[in-house]
């Protein structure tokens, strides 16, 4: 037998299956990390809705509590689960900040909620979303949903919910 120098069928056929198997790996897992990608965008989204609602509340304390600093219930601010958002004309309001009473910032909030998340219709907003009084306390609960992938969510909708005290 002589000294061959170079590489044999078998181990050049071995190198390249363990080479496409490697390269599988990667691109399952890429696939995987632009899905992660995808839903904590929308977390983030969410988080940053909730985020500017709670800054409007906080800009207008004075029409969600009274003088004794305890929460107004029927504050124009509240909206509990199953009530409709107002129906405005509000389309016309780039901002929060730019429309100045509560039933239009709300308004405005919503379609910037219904923009933003994905599967968010008028009747997820009327029948999911909720900003209320906690119990008796002077604590506000506000929640927000989307529609998420089923191994996103395990369940139809994704939530987002925060109690603070303002």
Not at 51 to 63: A, F, H, Q, T
Request: aromatic content about 8%; some cysteine; glycine content about 4%.
């Amino acid at each position: 037998m002589k000294n061959s120098r170079g590489f044999s069928l078998i181990e050049v056929l071995i190198t390249l299956v363990l080479t496409v198997i490697g390269v599988l790996g990667m691109v399952a897992m890429q696939t995987k990390a632009i899905q992660y990608t995808a839903e904590s965008v929308t977390r983030s989204t969410a988080v940053m809705l909730v985020d500017d609602m709670l800054e409007l509340l906080r800009s207008n304390r004075d029409k969600i509590y009274n003088k004794k600093s305890e929460l107004i219930v029927d504050s124009k601010y509240f909206k509990k689960e199953g009530e409709s958002f107002p129906v405005l004309n509000c389309n016309a309001y780039d901002s929060l900040t730019s429309a100045e009473d509560p039933e239009t910032q709300l308004c405005v909030w919503a379609q910037h909620a219904k923009a933003l998340l994905p599967g968010v219709t008028d009747e997820v907003l009327k029948s999911n979303f909720y900003i209320e009084q906690v119990d008796s306390t002077n604590a506000i609960k506000l929640g927000v949903f989307w529609v998420g992938k089923a191994d996103e969510c395990g369940e139809d909708l994704c939530t987002y919910s925060v109690v603070v005290e303002i």
